[in-house]
C-alpha cells in the first residue's frame, strides 16, 4: 500500500496554482494577494480633524483652564465634505468650528474638543488647554506614497480590504477560487427529503464535501446523485467539466461489481488508482480527466471516509491552487484522555473531542473506528493521528492532532 504521505506529495507535485486575475475587492476576501501593493498616495491624504471641537492656533489657548477660559470669536465651519464651502485659512485670535475628518484650515495647530468648550457659533469659551497639534491627524501619519502595503502571498482579510479600500484600490489580483463539482454515486442514494425504501439511504455525502469545499475556501457545485450506470456517470462527469476547476466524486472506487467510477476513468486512463494505508480511506483516485486536464479526486463512498480523505488529500490541494502558503492543518499535540488502539501498517484517523484548559491540550477519541458513523464524525472537532508503527498509546500519552474547523 501506498503511505499517506507519499500519496499527498504526488497529488501536491502535479497540482499548479490557477493563474491570477483582477478582481473586485470583496471578492478577493479570503485569498492571498498575488502582487505587491505600494502606496500611492499618503494616507490620511490631508491633514484633517481627528475630533468635532474647534480649530485653533495653540498660543492663543494654551493657558486656557476652567478658572482662566478662552474666549475667541468662531470666524466659520469646515465640515467633512464640505471644502467647498469651508474655511480654508485662519489668522490668530479666532477659531473655526470644525467636525471629525474634515481638512484642518491652513494656520490651525491644534483641535479643541468641543466638550472643552461651551460650544459657541459666535463666540467659544474654551476652558482646557490642548497640546501642540493635538487632535490633527497630518498628511501620511498613516501611510506614506511609496510604503509597501501588501507583499505576494500576503492574506487578504477585512483589515487588508480596509486598507485597500483606503488608499483608493478597487481591484487587487489574486488567484480565484477553485470551482469543484461534486458528484456522488449509488444507485441506493436518495435526496433528503424524499422517501426511502427498505434498501436505500439519503446521500449525506455530496453535502457535507460541498460544506467543506466551501468552508476551504472554493466554490462548490453539488450534482444530483448519479446512479450506478457507466454510461450515465460518464455524462454527467463530462457535462459537469465545463463549470469545473476541480472534481471531486464520492463511491464507486473499490473492488465492488458497480463500482462504475473506477470503471469509467479506467477506461478513459489518466487517473491512478491506490490502496493507500490510511483507516479509513483506503481506495483513493486522482488523476486528470477531459480535454483541460481537470484533477478530480475519487473518494470511498464511507461517509467518514470520504470527510477525512477530504481534509488529508484534497484541502491542500485546493489550497495550493489558491497560493496558500501553508497547505496542510499544522499537527498539534494533545494529551489523549482514553486508551487508543490501532491497527498496524495503517496510519489512522480516530476522531477526537479537543480541548485547551489550563493544564494544557487534552483528547479523548469520540465513538468507534467504524467508516459509517456520521453521528460520531458530527461530535468530533479533531482527528487523533496514529502511526504505521503504533498499535496500543495508553491515556495519557501525548499524540499527534489535527484540528478542525478552525482556519489555519
Known sequence: MTPVDVHLQRILDQI???????????????LPIAEDIVAQAPLPAFDNSGMDGYAVVFKDVAEASEQRPVHLPVVGEVAAGGAARAVTAMSPGTAVRIMTGAPVPQGAS?????????AGTVKV?????????????LAGSDVQSGDA?????????????????????????????????VISTGDELREPGEQLGPDSIYDGNSYMLAASCRAAGAIAYRVGIVRDDPQGFAEALSDQLVRADV?????????????????????????????????????????????????????PGNPVSSYISF???????????????????????????TDITSLPGKKQFLRGSYQVARGGATVAQVGGAGSHLMGDLSAANALIVCSEQQTSIPAGT????LVLDRDF
Do not use: C, N
Request: hydrophobic share 40%; net charge neutral; aromatic share 6%.
Open 247 to 299: 472534481v471531486v466524486t464520492s463511491g464507486g472506487v473499490s473492488m465492488g461489481a458497480y463500482d462504475v467510477v473506477k470503471e469509467v476513468l479506467t477506461e478513459q486512463g489518466g487517473v491512478s488508482f491506490d490502496e493507500v494505508a490510511m483507516q479509513p480511506g483506503k481506495p483513493q483516485g486522482f488523476g486528470f480527466v477531459g480535454e483541460d486536464h481537470t484533477p478530480i479526486f475519487t473518494l
Open 149 to 181: 502595503l501588501l507583499s505576494v502571498g500576503d492574506l487578504i482579510g477585512p483589515r487588508q480590504i480596509g486598507l485597500l479600500a483606503s488608499v483608493g484600490r478597487s481591484r487587487v489580483s489574486a488567484r480565484p477560487r477553485p470551482r469543484v463539482v
Open 398 to 401: 501525548p499524540v499527534p492532532v
Open 110 to 118: 491644534a483641535v479643541v474638543p468641543v466638550e472643552w468648550t461651551d
Open 311 to 337: 481534509e488529508v488529500f484534497v484541502v491542500p490541494a485546493l489550497r495550493k491552487m489558491m497560493g496558500r502558503s501553508v497547505l496542510s492543518r499544522p499537527m498539534m499535540r494533545a494529551v489523549t484522555t
Open 16 to 30: 499548479e496554482p490557477i493563474p491570477a486575475y483582477d478582481q473586485p475587492l470583496l471578492e478577493a476576501m479570503g
Open 125 to 137: 469659551q474654551i476652558s482646557r488647554a490642548p497640546t501642540q497639534g493635538q487632535h490633527i491627524r
